[in-house]
């Protein structure tokens, strides 16, 4: 799926998978499920190809390459263990790439007090029909909260652009606080800082906005 006007491709789901691979919640503020399920290269690699070509995407994660040069990226990816690249569904329509890492073992930690729990985050919405219509908050809500319902981080961190208004404030809405820019060189940007701690999450982002609580894991075919 690539922005165009194709059918969109479904996720299927069927009983019986490892239930620590995917991950579900129905959003009641978009009325959708969200679902998110580990990337692989056989499913993944031509889909998040077009994603990361288009033209809103292009100049904050500078993977326009060759489709070949682009698999060995993401398989680099794939088989790094501190990273786990997720393609993200609304009701089971992939729409979404996210990268949920280590920050501590990440680059990031060289530019903040990194404690050893804390976790990161990056994110793209992918066809440009998704743009616009709200759901970029709940999907980062649910990234989110899946990170600390799986884990023991009281912290999620994300560090993007400081030109992209954009991922900004949807980080902000969804309990992100800033601690200023940084020159992040291992990634050739000038990067914002942004932390968003466990208790704050817990209490103005899921009960606040009436979130339907703790999710629930699903079938997800991989």
Same mark, same amino acid.
Request: glycine share 4%; charged share 45%; no cysteine.
């Given at each position: 799926m690539n922005g165009t006007n194709e059918t969109p491709e479904t996720e299927e789901y069927r009983p019986g998978y490892d239930s620590d691979d995917g991950y579900r919640r129905y959003d009641p503020e978009i009325d959708r499920t969200i679902s998110l399920?580990? =990337?692989t290269l056989e499913r993944d690699a031509a889909r998040l190809h077009a994603w990361l070509g288009s033209d809103h995407v292009k100049p904050y994660w500078q993977l326009d390459l060759p489709p070949t040069e682009f698999r060995e990226r993401l398989a680099e990816k794939l088989s790094d263990d501190h990273l786990t690249p997720y393609v993200g569904c609304l009701d089971h329509v992939p729409m979404s790439y996210w990268e949920c890492y280590r920050a501590a073992d990440d680059d990031v930690a060289n530019h903040y007090d =990194?404690?050893?729990a804390d976790r990161g985050v990056h994110l793209l919405v992918g066809p440009e029909e998704y743009l616009g219509h709200g759901y970029a908050r709940p999907l980062l809500r649910a990234v989110v909260a899946m990170q600390f319902?799986?884990?023991n981080a009281e912290r999620v961190i994300?560090?993007?652009d400081a030109r992209n208004d954009r991922a900004i404030r949807v980080f902000e809405r969804c309990g992100f606080e800033?601690?200023?820019e940084?020159?992040?060189e291992e990634a050739g940007k000038d990067a914002v800082l942004l932390v968003c701690?466990?208790?704050r999450?817990? =209490?103005e982002v899921l009960e606040g906005d009436g979130a339907d609580g703790p999710a629930r894991p699903t079938e997800v075919r991989r």
């Open positions: 399920r580990p =990337a =990194a404690d050893p319902e799986r884990s994300a560090e993007p800033s601690e200023g940084f020159r992040f701690e466990r208790e999450f817990e =209490a």
